[in-house]
T-cell receptor, first 113, second 113 residues
Framework: QQQVKQSPQSLIVQKGGIPIINCAYE??????FPWYQQFPGKGPALLIA?????SEKKEGRFTISFNKSAKQFSLHIMDSQPGDSATYFC????????????FGTGTQLKVEL | ETGVTQTPRHLVMGMTNKKSLKCEQH?????MYWYKQSAKKPLELMFV???????ENNSVPSRFSPECPNSSHLFLHLHTLQPEDSALYLC????????????FGPGTRLTVT
């Protein structure tokens, strides 16, 4: 049973657009929600993360919005650039969960000129 | 670079071969992980080691055998693999028992013929 559902599977936006990637989780014990960015030939790299005590977190052009009641969180990329073209994974983990991150299936983002 | 290196980067092996994947982290972390990444599927956690002790085996077939001689090195020994084992194998590390921030290596692209 997949515990973190991610959508869309792929996304194409124009340069300067704001792609939004959504994730939904089932386990209310999750208390840490990171986003990873993966370029071809590279491993996933931690991009930004949020805990459920806040509803939004910004780091540069990347923003996580978190809705605890709906059990959903999303990644927004402001002023997207071709260099942002990558695969993005959401994940979730819980305290006492033994270091286990549960990942979504990934979103392949392409930013066109 | 993330401070996590993996060798080899590419590996082609027959079903009767025995090979090993190597991972080394230069971050001073205490926990190390093996993940399997297949197309269109979430990253699958395979094994977790904390302070050289295996703390997680996510129902991985015995043809995959991990080894962690110290906190900086992790191996994955492979034998009699199946074609469906072809995937990208990622190593990651984190600090501490609740190491939410995991740092990934670039992965080994494994093809089983």
């Amino acid at each position: 049973q997949q515990q973190v559902k991610q959508s869309p599977q792929s996304l194409i936006v124009q340069k300067g657009g704001i792609p939004i990637i959504n994730c939904a989780y089932e386990n209310t014990a999750f208390d840490y929600f990171p986003w990873y960015q993966q370029f071809p030939g590279k491993g996933p790299a931690l991009l930004i993360a949020i805990r459920p005590d806040v509803s939004e977190k910004k780091e540069g052009r990347f923003t996580i919005s978190f809705n605890k009641s709906a059990k959903q969180f999303s990644l927004h990329i402001m002023d997207s650039q071709p260099g942002d073209s990558a695969t993005y994974f959401c994940a979730a983990s819980k305290a006492g969960g033994g270091n286990k991150l549960t990942f979504g299936t990934g979103t392949q983002l392409k930013v066109e000129l | 670079e993330t401070g996590v290196t993996q060798t080899p980067r590419h590996l082609v092996m027959g079903m009767t071969n025995k090979k090993s994947l190597k991972c080394e982290q230069h971050l001073g972390h205490n926990a190390m992980y093996w993940y399997k990444q297949s197309a269109k599927k979430p990253l699958e956690l395979m094994f977790v080691y904390n302070f050289k002790e295996q703390t997680e085996n996510n129902s991985v077939p015995s043809r995959f055998s991990p080894e962690c001689p110290n906190s900086s090195h992790l191996f994955l020994h492979l034998h009699t693999l199946q074609p469906e084992d072809s995937a990208l194998y990622l190593c990651a590390s984190s600090q501490g028992a609740q190491g939410y921030e995991q740092y990934f290596g670039p992965g080994t692209r494994l093809t089983v013929t």
